[in-house]
């Protein structure tokens, strides 16, 4: 007998996603991912100024926006071969750093943490003794009794008036948390520290992006915030950017190992094989040379052989996809013709596409940029991976899981966080010795093409261009929920999450809290709902969760 489990929405994610698996003796045992939403901009964007597409691109999303603008901006500087100066490259670099920053706390605290964070069990926890277990965690600037007690009274007003808002419909209570109260309290109200911090990190963007989302300061060639680069601006970027980067050592990195360390039968649960990573900031024109963070490619798991990464070899499967057609092109050769249909799980099912590379469907995000790192022999990625695994007590093997990925995310939020002080400082160096270059003029050409990749907080991004007579003649991105949340391609292969969720436990079929734990830790660029099938019944239950 099956049961079926509709949980509609899955909050703490952005867009429409659905998801199906089949559940047999309280483990997932089949999975469906399915994109509930077609974007088209690829559609609008044909016929259009070349110049035109980054301000298109970038509102596909309200979250990663800058992300995909800069993906369009280097796809047609790649068409129009222009380098751009060291400054450009630097505020680039910064904004860049800025997004990892503001993303992944968002995520840790705000998407992921009540899958992990009991909230309602806070209510039960000392004030005292939850400031000595803080103390005990990290030397935050704030805590003591008096402030964990003024939390618990906002928790418990908030609870009592019935009114929980975006925590309502939350498995508070399921077996599967496992905190104690104090740490429960702990991890909420560093849920309100950081919702207060990431509006001061998101103006990092607004420094020298003229606003946040979509911000508007770069153009093919460089960037246009000439006026911003004045002493008063940076030094206020600089502030703002050790108040965040103070936050994560002193914050999320102690709240992510207490949490992990309670939790670390999740290293083996939540895995996948295969691992991409496009790489990215630049440190000098030599490029992927130079690159922050390295490209590679990680077959079976092997991260100690990482293999060079070509665009060339990545191909799109529309098979299993509400697209015409059957066959699977490179993106310069794609296309995209909407042809939406029912969710048929033996057929089509998904509005995502089906990246693969090499035939190969490839994790990509902060696992797999770590583990590229890692693999290459990254200095400052192999001594904090190694504090991470030493510190849980835990082997290399424990990466590839659903704990890993979550790791994964606050280690390359360290990681690029430390860096960009070196970039500050290039740019004020290059400032003050003359050098104020942030353009390099171009001229349009009658036919090219271009590819602009970048690795961003979700994951690996490329945009492809082919311009004709000026124009866009044909425009395709694959953005990192494609490659982690697609479907099965042509060949019958997984996507990464449908991979990921195979055998997960489930211990209550009616409160699936550890589908969503998998799912939340890929950071989803989509919103869904999620059905579960158990094949020992056929039950249906219908459920939300936020």
Same mark, same amino acid.
């Given at each position: 007998?099956?049961?079926?489990?509709?949980?509609?929405?899955?909050?703490?994610?952005?867009?429409?996603?659905?998801?199906?698996?089949?559940?047999?003796?309280?483990?997932?045992?089949?999975?469906?991912?399915?994109?509930?939403?077609?974007?088209?901009?690829?559609?609008?964007?044909?016929?259009?100024?070349?110049?035109?597409?980054?301000?298109?691109?970038?509102?596909?999303?309200?979250?990663?926006?800058?992300?995909?603008?800069?993906?369009?901006?280097?796809?047609?500087?790649?068409?129009?071969?222009?380098?751009?100066?060291?400054?450009?490259?630097?505020?680039?670099?910064?904004?860049?750093?800025?997004?990892?920053?503001?993303?992944?706390?968002?995520?840790?605290?705000?998407?992921?943490?009540?899958?992990?964070?009991?909230?309602?069990?806070?209510?039960?926890?000392?004030?005292?003794?939850?400031?000595?277990?803080?103390?005990?965690?990290?030397?935050?600037?704030?805590?003591?009794?008096?402030?964990?007690?003024?939390?618990?009274?906002?928790?418990?007003?908030?609870?009592?008036?019935?009114?929980?808002?975006?925590?309502?419909?939350?498995?508070?209570?399921?077996?599967?948390?496992?905190?104690?109260?104090?740490?429960?309290?702990?991890?909420?109200?560093?849920?309100?520290?950081?919702?207060?911090?990431?509006?001061?990190?998101?103006?990092?963007?607004?420094?020298?992006?003229?606003?946040?989302?979509?911000?508007?300061?770069?153009?093919?060639?460089?960037?246009?915030?000439?006026?911003?680069?004045?002493?008063?601006?940076?030094?206020?970027?600089?502030?703002?950017?050790?108040?965040?980067?103070?936050?994560?050592?002193? @914050?999320?990195?102690?709240?992510?190992?207490?949490?992990?360390?309670?939790?670390?039968?999740?290293?083996?649960?939540?895995?996948?094989?295969?691992?991409?990573?496009?790489?990215?900031?630049?440190?000098?024109?030599?490029?992927?040379?130079?690159?922050?963070?390295?490209?590679?490619?990680?077959?079976?798991?092997?991260?100690?052989?990482?293999?060079?990464?070509?665009?060339?070899?990545?191909?799109?499967?529309?098979?299993?996809?509400?697209?015409?057609?059957?066959?699977?092109?490179?993106?310069?050769?794609?296309?995209?013709?909407?042809?939406?249909?029912?969710?048929?799980?033996?057929?089509?099912?998904?509005?995502?596409?089906?990246?693969?590379?090499?035939?190969?469907?490839?994790?990509?995000?902060?696992?797999?940029?770590?583990?590229?790192?890692?693999?290459?022999?990254?200095?400052?990625?192999?001594?904090?991976?190694?504090?991470?695994?030493?510190?849980?007590?835990?082997?290399?093997?424990?990466?590839?899981?659903?704990?890993?990925?979550?790791?994964?995310?606050?280690?390359?939020?360290?990681?690029?966080?430390?860096?960009?002080?070196?970039?500050?400082?290039?740019?004020?160096?290059?400032?003050?010795?003359?050098?104020?270059?942030?353009?390099?003029?171009?001229?349009?050409?009658?036919?090219?093409?271009?590819?602009?990749?970048?690795? @961003?907080?979700?994951?690996?991004?490329?945009?492809?261009?082919?311009?004709?007579?000026?124009?866009?003649?044909?425009?395709?991105?694959? @953005?990192?929920?494609?490659?982690?949340?697609?479907?099965?391609?042509?060949?019958?292969?997984?996507?990464?999450?449908?991979?990921?969720?195979?055998?997960?436990?489930?211990?209550?079929?009616?409160?699936?809290?550890?589908?969503?734990?998998?799912?939340?830790?890929?950071?989803?660029?989509?919103?869904?709902?999620?059905? @579960?099938?158990?094949?020992?019944?056929?039950?249906?239950?219908?459920?939300?969760?936020?």
């Amino acid at each position: 007998m099956a049961k079926r489990i509709t949980i509609d929405p899955i909050t703490r994610i952005e867009g429409h996603l659905r998801i199906d698996v089949e559940v047999a003796g309280g483990k997932v045992t089949n999975a469906w991912s399915s994109g509930q939403m077609f974007r088209g901009i690829e559609l609008i964007l044909e016929g259009r100024d070349p110049r035109d597409a980054p301000h298109f691109v970038q509102r596909s999303c309200g979250v990663c926006t800058y992300t995909h603008m800069l993906a369009s901006i280097r796809a047609i500087e790649d068409a129009v071969k222009v380098e751009i100066p060291k400054n450009a490259r630097l505020v680039r670099n910064l904004l860049h750093g800025a997004q990892f920053q503001h993303d992944h706390i968002i995520h840790f605290y705000h998407l992921h943490a009540f899958d992990w964070v009991d909230v309602v069990s806070a209510l039960s926890a000392d004030p005292a003794e939850t400031a000595k277990f803080a103390d005990s965690v990290s030397n935050s600037h704030f805590g003591g009794t008096a402030y964990y007690r003024d939390v618990k009274n906002r928790l418990k007003t908030f609870v009592d008036s019935g009114q929980l808002g975006i925590l309502n419909n939350a498995y508070w209570g399921h077996s599967a948390y496992k905190l104690p109260p104090v740490a429960n309290l702990m991890a909420a109200a560093h849920y309100l520290e950081a919702l207060k911090l990431q509006a001061r990190t998101a103006r990092l963007h607004a420094l020298f992006g003229a606003k946040n989302p979509h911000i508007q300061t770069l153009v093919v060639g460089g960037i246009t915030s000439v006026r911003d680069l004045s002493a008063a601006r940076i030094g206020e970027f600089l502030n703002i950017w050790k108040e965040t980067q103070d936050f994560i050592e002193r @914050v999320y990195i102690p709240d992510l190992l207490a949490v992990a360390g309670l939790y670390k039968d999740w290293g083996a649960i939540g895995g996948t094989t295969n691992f991409l990573a496009w790489g990215d900031l630049p440190e000098t024109d030599q490029e992927p040379e130079s690159f922050y963070m390295p490209r590679g490619l990680i077959k079976k798991r092997d991260f100690m052989n990482v293999l060079p990464a070509s665009q060339e070899k990545v191909t799109e499967h529309v098979a299993r996809s509400w697209y015409e057609g059957n066959k699977d092109l490179h993106p310069y050769e794609g296309e995209t013709k909407p042809q939406h249909g029912e969710f048929n799980e033996g057929g089509r099912y998904s509005w995502f596409k089906a990246p693969r590379y090499e035939g190969a469907s490839c994790e990509v995000g902060p696992l797999a940029r770590v583990l590229v790192a890692y693999g290459k022999g990254h200095k400052e990625v192999v001594g904090t991976v190694n504090h991470v695994l030493k510190t849980l007590d835990v082997p290399a093997t424990a990466l590839f899981s659903t704990l890993g990925r979550t790791a994964a995310r606050g280690i390359e939020t360290l990681v690029i966080g430390a860096r960009m002080e070196n970039w500050i400082g290039e740019l004020i160096g290059n400032l003050k010795a003359g050098d104020t270059e942030t353009y390099k003029s171009w001229k349009m050409p009658n036919k090219a093409q271009g590819v602009g990749l970048n690795d @961003v907080a979700r994951g690996a991004l490329g945009h492809w261009i082919e311009i004709d007579k000026g124009k866009i003649k044909k425009y395709q991105y694959v @953005v990192p929920s494609t490659w982690n949340l697609g479907p099965r391609c042509a060949n019958g292969i997984r996507g990464p999450v449908e991979e990921a969720l195979m055998g997960t436990p489930v211990a209550d079929v009616k409160r699936p809290i550890e589908i969503l734990r998998t799912v939340h830790s890929f950071d989803p660029c989509i919103a869904c709902g999620v059905h @579960v099938v158990d094949s020992e019944s056929n039950e249906t239950y219908k459920v939300r969760v936020t």
